[in-house]
T-cell receptor, first 114, second 114 residues
Framework: QQQVKQSPQSLIVQKGGISIINCAYE??????FPWYQQFPGKGPALLIA?????SEKKEGRFTISFNKSAKQFSLHIMDSQPGDSATYFC?????????????FGQGTILTVHP | KAGVTQTPRYLIKTRGQQVTLSCSPI?????VSWYQQTPGQGLQFLFE???????NKGNFPGRFSGRQFSNSRSEMNVSTLELGDSALYLC?????????????FGDGTRLSIL
């Protein structure tokens, strides 16, 4: 019940296209859903995060869509650029006593071709 | 503001040895969480410290331990190293470690066990 399932495992997109990564969860106590971007040799960097009371959040070219009833959320990268090539992780946590614990998806390797 | 700093960046040890990893959080952050990242298991939560107290712990054996100092810096110790402990160890800091607070990661310590 603590799992977060992420798909696809890898994704190839042409420059200028839209990259879409999906995540699903079972634990209805999750109430915070961040996305992280990780480049080789670096730690994950927080991209954008959403809470269940919002169905969509946009920051620049990055948008999170959240479907509470389906227990799914997704990351959309508009106008994808070669510099966006990285591994993306969705994550989830509960408020209150989760104290620092993020449950991560398995990651998606995104390659954007020029 | 300086980010999360982890030292050393790389470590090579042999089976049976022990190792200590260090993490300095973002200035003003009092919560430090530790994660293990491997290709097979992904990112897994180890434990979280706040005000020198462990508040949360993941599903790892007792060989994995940590502590936090009064200046919020944290160390993680792994005793009796096994080959399977080879991984990237990441720490993340947040202001107070609440479940819906942004966590910011360091670039990790790459531990290799021979």
């Amino acid at each position: 019940q603590q799992q977060v399932k992420q798909s696809p495992q890898s994704l190839i997109v042409q420059k200028g296209g839209i990259s879409i990564i999906n995540c699903a969860y079972e634990n209805t106590a999750f109430d915070y859903f961040p996305w992280y971007q990780q480049f080789p040799g670096k730690g994950p960097a927080l991209l954008i995060a959403i809470r269940p009371d919002v169905s969509e959040k946009k920051e620049g070219r990055f948008t999170i869509s959240f479907n509470k009833s389906a227990k799914q959320f997704s990351l959309h990268i508009m106008d994808s650029q070669p510099g966006d090539s990285a591994t993306y992780f969705c994550a989830a946590s509960t408020g209150g006593t989760s104290y620092g614990k993020l449950t991560f998806g398995q990651g998606t390797i995104l390659t954007v071709h020029p | 503001k300086a980010g999360v700093t982890q030292t050393p960046r790389y470590l090579i040890k042999t089976r049976g040895q022990q190792v200590t990893l260090s993490c300095s959080p973002i200035s003003g952050h009092r919560s430090v969480s530790w994660y293990q990242q491997t290709p097979g298991q992904g990112l897994q939560f180890l434990f979280e410290y706040f005000s020198e107290t462990q508040r949360n712990k993941g599903n790892f054996p007792g060989r994995f331990s940590g502590r936090q100092f009064s200046n919020s810096r944290s160390e993680m110790n792994v005793s009796t190293l096994e080959l399977g402990d080879s991984a990237l160890y990441l720490c993340a800091s947040s202001a107070t470690g609440g479940g819906n607070q942004p966590q910011h990661f360091g670039d990790g310590t790459r531990l290799s066990i021979l």
